[in-house]
């Protein structure tokens, strides 16, 4: 069974920072895009950071340029978000999913079929 697990969120002030994991089983990572999206109650999931271990392909939403990092561990079974200089702005609860219908990254929720549980991560002023 294809399973996505997220952990690492919290609370932490503005100019913060923290690193979220998303472990992933049931599958090969590298068949995959992994992506991280948020959401925010009565607002959309946003795409955030996709990874692409297979040809090292990303993505960063404009906003997490330069403050955010995607990576994966060396055996490819967890994706992390190395998320730095957080803004209020930045709260949400933070999903991570994988898709392989498109050989690419996308922001899009709609090409990726696996999802974890979320966590919340909170930045306060």
């Known amino acids: 069974e294809m399973q996505l697990v997220e952990s690492g969120g919290g609370l932490v002030q503005a100019g913060g920072s923290l690193r979220l994991s998303c472990a992933g089983s049931?599958?090969?990572?590298?068949?995959?895009?992994i992506a991280w999206f948020r959401q925010v109650p009565g607002k959309e999931r946003e795409g955030v950071s996709c990874?692409?271990?297979?040809?090292?392909?990303?993505y960063y939403e404009d906003s997490a340029k330069g403050r955010f990092a995607i990576s994966a561990d060396a055996a490819k079974t967890t994706v992390y978000l190395q998320m730095n200089n957080l803004r209020p702005e930045d709260t949400a609860v933070y999903y991570c999913?994988?898709?392989?219908?498109?050989?690419?990254?996308?922001?899009?929720?709609?090409?990726?079929?696996?999802w974890g549980q979320g966590t919340q991560v909170t930045v306060s002023s």
């Open positions: 999913a994988a898709g392989n219908t498109i050989p690419y990254c996308s922001s899009s929720d709609y090409y990726y079929d696996y």
């Open positions: 049931g599958f090969r990572l590298d068949d995959y895009a």
């Open positions: 990874l692409r271990t297979a040809d090292g392909g990303t």
